[in-house]
Every structure is written in C-alpha cells, then in structure tokens.
C-alpha cells in the first residue's frame, strides 16, 4: 500500500507521516529531506543555484537513499555519505525550495521516489505525491494548519538550533516556500482532488495520526 501526504511546510507532515508509518510497520520516505540532500551537495560543491541547467546535471549524477531505522526516523545517504544532520541546517532550509522548484531536478527525483515507494508498503510526503508522484496511491493525504499555527510550530522547531531566530524571520521564511511551492510551473503544491484534507491547526500529532488510521483503517 502507498499512503501519500502532501501539505505546506510547517503544518506538521513530516511528524505525522513519520508516526505513523511507524505505526503501521511501514516504509518512512521524507521526500522532501531528498531535495535538502541536493541542495547540500550543490552548496559543497559551489554551484550556482540559479544555473538550472547546472543544477539538473548534478542532480543525475548524484545518489539518494533513505534508510529506515527501528525508532521511526530515518538516515540520509548522499553518494554514500551519511548527511541526515547536515541536510537539517539553515543553510539548506533557506535554498532548498530554490533547487526543488527546478523541473530537471523534480523528475529525477520522481525516478528515485517512486523506486523507493515501491519497494513495500510505505508512507511518503511531500508537495507532489499524491499529484505526481503517486498519483494511483491508495491513501491520499492533504495536512495543512493556519498560518499563525504554522509559524508557531517552525519556529518552536528551530529556536534550540538557531538561537537568533525570531517568529518574523519564521513567517518571512514559510511566505517565500509557500510561494515558490505553490507556484512554480511544474509540480506545484496543491491538494489532490481525491486527497482527504485534515486541518491539523487545533490538533495535536497524536490526534492527527489517529484521524489517518481511522481513515486508513475504513
């Protein structure tokens, strides 16, 4: 089975997917930590981020796994390198929807996404996974919160790594991913019309996984 879970950044899906593929003895595949590890390679490397064409070569030429741990989460390997932490920094949340928009770097990506959905049953999320990527999944996901709630909980997220953050720069930073998300012209953000839509703004993550399961289970 293919549970996919698209959704704005800091509207908690990550968490959520996460939890509950544990739940289900699933697959966990952040797509989304996918990209971060690209963004990081074209940084080591010097590339220019706004050579696309650049940028799209280093993309099929660059390796990605994601291994599965026994406590939910999950290890990074870029060509072979472990980078679960490095992908998390700020240097990389900044650019990474920057790389990520770039249609040569989406499709390769989609190659490498839909080779590690099918290799068991798993838990993907992301921007496009029920519209693109697995667009036949047979559980389809929509998690969103309000702005405000949103902001809260990245920032609540990043204040014990980036001790000079501010809610500002937070709401600054989810205004310009919510743009380039939604409105680049291949893959864009946006619900799946047969995706089920949970507003998790007064939820908690136990609350949320609970309504999937339910949803899942009937």
Do not use: W
Request: proline fraction near 2%.
């Amino acid at each position: 089975m293919i549970i996919a879970i698209d959704g704005p950044a800091g509207a908690g899906k990550s968490t959520v997917a996460r939890l509950l593929a544990q739940r289900l003895g699933f697959l966990y595949i952040d797509t989304g930590a996918m990209y971060r590890a690209l963004t990081l390679k074209a940084i080591e490397t010097n590339l220019n981020i706004n050579d696309e064409k650049v940028i799209i070569e280093m993309a099929c030429d660059t390796s990605i796994d994601l291994t599965n741990n026994s406590d939910g989460t999950i290890e990074v390997f870029l060509d072979g390198r472990n980078v679960s932490k490095e992908i998390r920094e700020p240097k990389i949340t900044k650019l990474v929807s920057d790389i990520a928009k770039i249609k040569g770097v989406r499709e390769r990506m989609l190659e490498i996404q839909r080779r590690s959905g099918r290799q068991g049953d798993s838990v993907l999320e992301g921007r496009d996974i029920a519209t693109v990527v697995f667009p036949d999944a047979e559980k389809k996901f929509y998690i969103d919160a309000d702005f405000k709630e949103r902001t809260k909980r990245r920032y609540l997220e990043l204040r014990e790594s980036e001790k000079q953050i501010t809610t500002a720069m937070v709401a600054e930073d989810l205004r310009n991913r919510d743009f380039i998300d939604s409105s680049r012209e291949f893959a864009p953000l946006k619900k799946a019309e047969d995706a089920v839509y949970i507003d998790t703004t007064d939820m908690s993550i136990e609350e949320v996984v609970e309504v999937l399961l339910k949803h899942i289970k009937n």
